[in-house]
């Protein structure tokens, strides 16, 4: 298997820029999440879905972020208008919950290191 | 106050020594506990799971005191590859799906 798959792994926009973040999830985990990871606040969970549908977004900063999932193999994380104080790194992560073998763990992507000037 | 808190370190080990550090968290209805390692600019990635009995692993051990809500890491006979972030997460109690991570505890292990 792959593994999750980000994509932009490095970008760097202007403020005021739409910032687009992709996830491709490993296949047949059903629970995705999207995690911002900065010195100060470290791993943040952002929104969280269960077979593509949002179950938390408690941890979205404001109306600037969205999350969207359109399907199962698929989502991405918007930003818009980025501000600097965006700037971190992104991380989308995968599972499946516990079960016999399965331990429930978190599959992460390598990450998207966003920088807004 | 945060959900998962954690001694940011750093633990500074010389090579073969043991060191160990815990994890406090506050919802005591949480189920789930697992330890990360996060190497510098990486993903995090599993350590391993803690279960109530407490559970080793090589050279690591994990182990959860409900009763005062916190897990703990015992790393023995230190490896200079065992540098890294090592990162508490809880997955909060009603429904599988909101893990928490702590904010990380770094250990540096020396020659």
């Known amino acids: 298997d792959a593994g999750v798959i980000q994509s932009p792994r490095h970008e760097v926009t202007e403020m005021g820029q739409e910032v687009t973040l992709r996830c491709k999830p490993i296949?047949?985990?059903?629970?995705l999440f999207w995690y911002r990871q900065t010195m100060m606040r470290g791993l943040e969970l952002l929104i969280y879905?269960?077979?593509?549908?949002?179950?938390?977004d408690s941890g979205m900063p404001e109306d600037r972020f969205s999350a969207k999932m359109p399907n199962a193999s698929f989502s991405t994380l918007k930003i818009q208008p980025s501000e600097p104080r965006d700037s971190a790194v992104y991380f989308c992560?995968?599972?499946?919950?516990?079960?016999?073998?399965?331990?429930?763990?978190?599959?992460f992507g390598e990450g998207s290191r966003l920088t807004v000037l | 106050r945060k959900e998962v808190e954690q001694d940011p370190g750093p633990f500074n080990v010389p090579e073969g020594a043991t060191v160990a550090f815990n994890c406090t968290y506050s919802n005591s209805a949480s189920q789930s506990f697992f330890w990360y390692r996060q190497d510098c600019r990486k993903e995090p990635k599993l350590l391993m799971s803690?279960?109530?009995s407490g559970n080793e692993d090589g050279r690591f051990t994990a182990q959860l005191n409900r009763a005062s809500q916190y897990i703990s890491l015992l790393i023995r006979d230190s490896k200079l590859s065992d540098s890294a972030t090592y990162l508490c997460?809880?997955?909060?109690?009603?429904?599988?799906?909101?893990?928490?991570f702590g904010a990380g505890t770094q250990v540096v292990v020396t020659p």
């Open positions: 879905f269960n077979n593509n549908v949002p179950i938390d």
């Open positions: 992560a995968t599972n499946r919950p516990p079960h016999r073998a399965n331990t429930g763990e978190l599959f």
């Open positions: 803690v279960y109530s």
């Open positions: 997460v809880v997955n909060l109690a009603d429904s599988w799906g909101k893990f928490q």
């Open positions: 296949s047949g985990h059903d629970y």
